[in-house]
Structure formats: structure tokens, C-alpha cells
């Protein structure tokens, strides 16, 4: 079992910056890949970015062209997304998820993760 909580969410303008930060906890050596994803009213959960939890493969939805930054710290238990630029489209719950299937790099869809956290709103004004 591993439990996720996230942190950071609120309300901004458009044009802020925001950093969600994701603790991990439980049977975290379990893990092999991590990501946020986030889900907008009447929208599907759709993938922001995911990394591997143990070599540095990443990858990003379409839609953040450059403006989210994911990041892991294995030692803390931690998973970061850094979101500079933000837009009211970007409006949504974040969740942090994580998958306990063996592999080298990552999984980009939601059935993929096994654990998810609570999520944190996050609202961007415009």
C-alpha cells in the first residue's frame, strides 16, 4: 500500500507560477513510476507529466509546451510539479499518482497507476 498526499494548490492569476509538491508514504520501494495528472469539470483525467522513480525519463501532455516542470527526490519521497505560465485552461484538480508495474521508464495512462492521491484544486484566474 501506498498512500499519496498532495500539497499546493489554490487560487492564482493567469500568468503565475504554482508548485504542487506530492509526500509519499507506505511501501514506497514498491514504486516504479510516478506523474500528476488532473481533472477538470465535465472532462476526463488526463496525464500532465510523468518520470520514472528510478532513472530520469519524463515525459509531458501536449498541452504544457514547456511551462510544468515534474521532479522526484527518491530520499524524501517526494514528487514535485513546477508550473510557471498558468492559464484559466489549466483549471482543475491535480492528482499525484503512482504505478507499481516493473519497467524502466514509464506509463502514460490513468488505468496504469495503482495509487492515487486526494487531489488539490487548483484555480487560475483570469
Known amino acids: 500500500q501506498v498512500d499519496l498526499v498532495e500539497s499546493g494548490g489554490g487560487l492564482v492569476q493567469a500568468g503565475a507560477s504554482r508548485r504542487l509538491s506530492c509526500v509519499a508514504s507506505?511501501?514506497?520501494?514498491?514504486?516504479?513510476?510516478v506523474a500528476w495528472f488532473r481533472q477538470a469539470p465535465g472532462k476526463a483525467r488526463e496525464l500532465v507529466a510523468t518520470?520514472?522513480?528510478?532513472?530520469?525519463?519524463?515525459t509531458y501532455g501536449d498541452f504544457v509546451q514547456g511551462r510544468f516542470t515534474i521532479s522526484r527526490d527518491n530520499d524524501q519521497n517526494t514528487l514535485d510539479l513546477q508550473m510557471n505560465g498558468l492559464k484559466p485552461e489549466d483549471t482543475a484538480v491535480y492528482y499525484c499518482?503512482?504505478?507499481?508495474?516493473?519497467?524502466?521508464?514509464?506509463?502514460?495512462?490513468?488505468?496504469?497507476?495503482?495509487?492515487w492521491g486526494q487531489g488539490t484544486q487548483v484555480t487560475v484566474s483570469s
Open positions: 499518482a503512482a504505478g507499481v508495474r516493473p519497467t524502466t521508464t514509464y506509463y502514460s495512462g490513468k488505468d496504469d497507476y495503482d495509487y
Open positions: 518520470i520514472s522513480w528510478i532513472n530520469p525519463h519524463r
Open positions: 507506505g511501501h514506497t520501494n514498491s514504486i516504479y513510476y
